[in-house]
């Protein structure tokens, strides 16, 4: 089974303040990563993707992939009480022909 | 800005009914997805469609559900004899090719079995 797990959260964070969200995956064979925000009743929208190891940065936003050890995060800097939503992470299966979803990190940023 | 677009955003229906979700994808992409959201559970991938089949399906794609673009421009989800557990909120989204699996989003539709 293949699996995308995150941390729940609440994760509570003044405004101003870096906020660093976790996803580690289970199937080697991913190789595209997503990170959606979603508001509440709302759907996910994109915020970024990565496909290479490293570091991708787009305006406050920075995505973070080490396939060696199964994991990608988004950090916020200069995190915005408007950036308060649940954080879902998404990985392509194997095959890269369907998307894996983790149950999400609420964020909270508290002015 | 080009934009997924579904039709109803909520839908109330009996117990053993039939529905239909429609989706209006955006127009130069060439890959339609079906996913739902139990409320407070994960987004759950049901099917991909691309040339006029399907690509790819999930273990929830039973034959309960079926999916047709009859024109050009929409992309339905059938959903036969529905059963309580099928409340969720169902969202279709396209993308411009596989790999590119930037897929976007519609805002959803609330299907909620009584």
């Known amino acids: 089974q293949k699996e995308v797990e995150q941390n729940s959260g609440p994760l509570s964070v003044p405004e101003g303040a870096i906020a660093s969200l976790n996803c580690t995956y289970s199937d080697r064979g991913s190789q595209s990563f997503f990170w959606y925000r979603q508001y509440s009743g709302k759907s996910p929208e994109l915020i970024m993707f990565?496909?290479s190891n490293g570091d991708k940065e787009d305006g406050r936003f920075t995505a973070q992939l080490n396939k060696a050890s199964q994991y990608v995060s988004l950090l916020i800097r200069d995190s915005q009480p408007s950036d308060s939503a649940t954080y879902l992470c998404?990985?392509?299966?194997?095959?890269?022909?369907?998307?894996?979803w983790g149950l999400g990190t609420s964020l909270a940023v508290n002015p | 800005e080009p934009e997924v677009t579904q039709t109803p955003s909520h839908q109330v229906t009996q117990m053993g009914q039939e529905v239909i979700l429609r989706c209006v994808p955006i127009?130069?992409?060439?890959?339609f997805y079906w996913y739902r959201q139990i409320l407070g559970q994960k987004v759950e991938f049901l099917v991909s469609?691309?040339?006029?089949?399907?690509?790819?399906k999930s273990e929830i794609f039973d034959d309960q559900f079926s999916v047709e673009r009859p024109d050009g421009s929409n992309f339905t989800l059938k959903i036969r004899s529905t059963k309580l557990e099928d409340s969720a909120m169902y969202f279709c989204?396209?993308?411009?090719?596989?790999?590119?699996?930037?897929?976007?989003f519609g805002q959803g539709t609330r299907l909620t079995v009584v």
């Open positions: 469609f691309y040339n006029n089949e399907i690509s790819e």
């Open positions: 127009s130069n992409h060439l890959y």
């Open positions: 990565i496909y």
């Open positions: 998404a990985v392509t299966a194997g095959n890269n022909r369907k998307l894996i």
């Open positions: 989204a396209s993308s411009r090719q596989l790999w590119d699996t930037e897929a976007f």
